[in-house]
């Protein structure tokens, strides 16, 4: 087995990391996206012209195998030390770890840019995802009742926070 090594997104990248999410979209309620994205739109969702954010690629050797995002949580100036995190992988290596490391390696970089808090909105059915952020010292701090609608079903939303420096 390979090891798996982050690098910082770059336009090059934008392709895969397109197709990793738009399976997300068309086929499961990760996301609340609805229609595939285009380059374009996928572009202003991980490249970020502010330092302080990033989009962290997951290689295996030579292989883009998913990515982790860093983002705004809310765009007020007392929010600024809170940053917004999502995980995606390539599907056939959810639960095996990666997600645990990506989420690792995002808050040593979200603790070098003086956040203090990473929140996570997940939709209630994707215990996976749910399961990978408990598993990482993330607790649940809010529920939101059928915010979203995906494939004729009313969905739920819940939130998940860390505390980086507590």
Known sequence: MLGYTFKTATEE????LLEIYNHYVLNTTATFHVKALTQGE?????LFEDP????????EGEDIIGYV???????????????????YL????????VGSMALREIEAFAKIKSFHVLTATICATNQKSIKLFERNGYVKCAHYKEVGKK?????DSVVYQKILDA
């Open 13 to 16: 990248d934008i392709p895969k």
């Open 42 to 46: 996928m572009r202003d969702i991980v």
């Open 52 to 59: 302080k954010y990033q989009t962290l690629v997951i290689m």
């Open 69 to 87: 995002i860093l983002g705004q949580h809310k765009r007020r100036e007392a929010y600024d030390t809170t940053g917004e995190v999502s995980v």
């Open 90 to 97: 390539s599907p056939n290596l959810v639960g095996r770890g």
């Open 151 to 155: 494939f004729d079903k009313w969905l």
